[in-house]
């Protein structure tokens, strides 16, 4: 039954995952992206299914029973799974720490519902809802001591970098990518499913210390206006742009300006924050953005460290 779910789990794993990477303007490769998808998760819910239908009819061996039970098994107990992976992902990876316990919470609603939709046995039932129960108290729990364990790993990764410098901006509509440790500091890539480009960044966030000449040595997304000789593009997504233009815009900050991309630069509680888009994007408030700069704590951290964002993760 747990084999079954998991299956089942896994097909909606591969969609969920898809959808919330999909770029919205990536035309005919995400389409067909998006069918691939969609064919893997077809083909994981039939085997889920066909594993799952055994076991119903076994417990209920009813003609005409066997099926429906078998889909509101899989119906209630993929609903189930989606409400704890709003909660729970793996933690560092599949096989370390927490990565099999996370699968077993994830998958534990399939029995479950199965035993409750299939059972007569007064025990069982009570087993069943004793062991929902106790997921449903662990799960947070369980998403604590993962966020610490992952911030743990990440700072560990990076002794060097201060406290200090492992902080965010709040840029409304973009998706931040996980935070890198850089010689300047911490950075983020940015990207919006507006963007014409497939799945390429479109600003890039650097917190650094607060004595770094905000005009030099500026990161900035690469595009064909940012690259002077476009035939040799550099490797990555960014760029760094050795001296920018740059215009006082009071005290301890500073707009930056460059072919290509525009940015703006702040002193902000004993750090520099810089924060540079492409030109194609030129309504965002980046004053207001580079301003927002605020240090990650355990909880907000795991969001940055490339884990948190679906349950296909779990799997790979």
Do not use: K
Request: charged letters at 15%; one cysteine or more; hydrophobic letters at 45%.
């Amino acid at each position: 039954m747990w084999l079954a779910g998991l299956l089942s789990a896994t097909g909606i794993g591969v969609l969920r995952d898809v959808a919330h990477n999909l770029v919205l303007s990536g035309g005919g490769l995400a389409g067909f992206v998006l069918l691939i998808a969609l064919w893997a998760c077809a083909v994981c819910q039939s085997l889920g299914f066909y594993l799952m239908h055994r076991q119903v009819r076994r417990a209920r061996p009813e003609p005409g029973t066997a099926a429906p039970a078998t889909a509101g098994v899989l119906v209630l107990g993929g609903a189930a799974m989606i409400a704890l992976n709003t909660v729970l992902v793996s933690g560092e990876g599949f096989l370390p720490a927490f990565g099999p316990v996370s699968l077993i919470v994830l998958c534990s609603p399939y029995p479950i519902v199965f035993t409750l939709l299939t059972a007569r046995r007064p025990v069982a039932l009570a087993a069943a809802l004793a062991t929902a129960a106790a997921v449903g108290t662990t799960v947070l729990p369980l998403r604590s001591s993962q966020e610490h364990l992952v911030a743990g790993a990440w700072r560990t990764a990076h002794p060097s970098t201060p406290r200090s410098l492992v902080a965010a901006v709040d840029w409304p509509g973009g998706e931040q990518s996980a935070l890198t440790a850089r010689a300047f500091g911490t950075q983020v890539t940015v990207f919006f499913q507006d963007s014409t480009v497939d799945g390429s960044p479109d600003g890039v966030v650097t917190v650094s210390p607060a004595g770094t000449d905000p005009c030099r040595n500026v990161p900035v997304v690469v595009t064909y206006d940012t690259v002077p000789d476009q035939d040799r593009l550099p490797d990555g997504d960014t760029m760094i742009v050795a001296r920018t233009g740059c215009t006082p815009a009071g005290r301890g900050a500073w707009w930056l300006a460059g072919t290509g991309f525009r940015g703006y630069a702040v002193v902000v509680e004993g750090v520099l924050v810089r924060v540079t888009v492409d030109d194609l994007r030129p309504d965002d408030d980046l004053a207001a953005v580079a301003r927002s700069v605020h240090p990650l704590d355990d909880h907000q951290l795991w969001r940055y460290t490339g884990g948190w964002p679906g349950w296909v993760w779990v799997l790979t």
